[in-house]
């Protein structure tokens, strides 16, 4: 019977090298892709922006999963595509997608009717960083590889920390406000058993952390990831408007100390997810500091007020903080992903926790400072540059221009609320702390019935049936949720930059109209 296969590795790698393109070219057609890049680059400028500037154009093309399936084509197959069906994969990409983005004259924002999420759309010249940085594809690791970046990365930190006030301090771009989250969580550990980085947890006593009850959800997954586990995240209790109790806190710490527990860190929040409350710092920091506890703010949405001359004082304390979570991705629109973790630690600590000593990338003998040799603080080893869509972007309109962004949208949250007051059926679950706005609405069915046993089942029916409505219809998107014991309401998230009274009144008739017949 005869051999069927190849007698020799050579022969077997000459059989492969036959089944291949021809060796003598390379495998990618530059001028080709560079013709797909332009294509692509028209289809971005005209299904993206420019019918983003339209408020006649549908914030969202919505398709059941199914039917979406199909449209997109998204299976994968052996053999590629010719350019032009890809490039009506491009066109159908931009089709789908929630229209996030909002031109006008020199800016991008969100869409004047996104008002979902705590973001939406991107600043231009933080666009043209994105673009710049993907093309580059820089990995942030060494000063040998990214010398720009290294240094613009630590100079962009060393702002924002000034804005936090600190003078001094370390800190590096995260991705996402959970991870700088998490990251806050292992240095506080490290800091005090720093032994666990070697012996890990079985030596260590049962450690907890502190966090109010509408603190962001990453604080229980962090503690889990960690090996901490969630039952030792004590949930602090906090006031109508969701802010942080430090006497609850102080009780709740003594209460674990009499118990065995070691009490190591409290994460406070900075504009909280539902309604953007913001935790008393300063008084928490006495408690932190009597207590010898790390300090965490989880800044990641409310952290821009600090532009703010008129509403930094939100964030009183944060200075006595020992790390802040920020995400200018956020408020500043600065494009996802952009979320920094600050430090007021000027001993190493990121590097001390999470450095391996790679010897193949962080060699001790380099030409160079290796302390521009960042990677080694990071527990990733590939990083994507952030910090020039924040720094390109805070070079063209300034810490003055970046302020008015942030006063703008304290301005359109004060026109919101006052023209609902006027309106019969609106109701606030409070007056809004920051740009959140928590409300419900009431349709006329239910006007005058709150007394009916059946009353808030009712209630907590009307705000998902909006939600599919403006959806499917496309004419805007709002988040809506329970919260404890209240049912269902509306959550509005107002901060784009161009955002207008004339959007405002629409969204408040556009509730109406939605949900008049419920």
């Not at 404890?484 to 109406?512: C, H, K, T, Y």
Request: glycine residues 8%; proline residues 4%.
């Amino acid at each position: 019977m005869s051999n069927t296969f190849p007698s020799s590795s050579a022969e077997k790698q000459t059989q492969e090298a036959d089944n291949l393109h021809d060796l003598t070219e390379p495998l990618i057609d530059h001028t080709e892709g560079q013709l797909f890049l332009n294509e692509t680059f028209k289809i971005i400028i005209e299904e993206v922006l420019s019918k983003g500037t339209d408020v006649k154009e549908k914030v969202c093309e919505w398709k059941e999963p199914e039917q979406l399936a199909l449209l997109l084509d998204l299976e994968l197959r052996a053999a590629g595509e010719p350019q032009h069906r890809l490039l009506q994969r491009v066109k159908d990409v931009a089709k789908y997608s929630v229209k996030t983005i909002f031109l006008f004259l020199l800016l991008i924002s969100g869409h004047p009717r996104f008002f979902n999420q705590q973001f939406g759309g991107v600043d231009y010249h933080s666009l043209a960083g994105r673009f710049l940085t993907e093309s580059l594809n820089t990995n942030l690791f060494t000063y040998e590889v990214a010398p720009v970046f290294v240094l613009m990365e630590t100079e962009v930190l060393r702002g924002l920390r000034q804005l936090v006030g600190w003078t001094e301090g370390d800190g590096l771009f995260c991705p996402g406000g959970s991870t700088s989250n998490m990251y806050a969580m292992n240095l506080a550990r490290y800091r005090l058993f720093p032994e666990v980085k070697t012996q890990g947890l079985w030596g260590l006593p049962r450690l907890t952390v502190f966090t109010s009850a509408e603190s962001h959800y990453s604080v229980k997954k962090g503690a889990g990831f960690l090996g901490l586990g969630t039952d030792n995240v004590i949930l602090v209790k906090t006031d109508d408007g969701g802010r942080m109790i430090p006497r609850d806190l102080e009780e709740k710490i003594t209460l674990a100390k009499s118990q065995g527990a070691v009490p190591f860190l409290v994460s406070c929040t900075a504009g909280t997810t539902v309604q953007g409350a913001f935790d008393p710092l300063d008084h928490i920091a006495d408690v932190c500091e009597k207590h010898k506890l790390w300090l965490h703010v989880d800044a990641a949405w409310g952290g821009s007020v600090l532009f703010s001359k008129q509403h930094r004082r939100l964030m009183k304390g944060v200075d006595r903080a020992n790390s802040v979570a920020w995400n200018p991705h956020k408020m500043l629109v600065a494009g996802l992903q952009c979320s920094a973790l600050l430090l007021k630690d000027t001993t190493n600590l990121l590097k001390q926790c999470h450095s391996a000593s790679a010897t193949y990338l962080f060699q001790q003998d380099k030409f160079y400072d290796i302390n521009l040799d960042v990677g080694d603080k990071s527990l990733q080893c590939s990083r994507k540059v952030d910090c020039l869509k924040l720094w390109l972007m805070w070079k063209a309109v300034g810490s003055d221009g970046l302020a008015e962004r942030v006063d703008k949208a304290f301005f359109h949250v004060i026109y919101l609320v006052e023209q609902m007051k006027k309106r019969e059926g609106f109701h606030l679950l409070g007056e809004p702390e920051f740009v959140n706005v928590c409300f419900w609405y009431i349709p006329p069915s239910l006007r005058g019935k709150e007394g009916d046993a059946d009353y808030q089942d009712r209630l907590a029916k009307v705000a998902p049936v909006v939600k599919e409505r403006m959806v499917k219809l496309g004419t805007m998107m709002v988040g809506y949720q329970p919260l404890g014991n209240r049912v269902n309401f509306f959550r509005a998230i107002i901060f784009s930059p161009l955002i207008s009274q004339r959007d405002m009144d629409f969204f408040l008739d556009e509730i109406e109209r939605l949900g008049n017949d419920l």
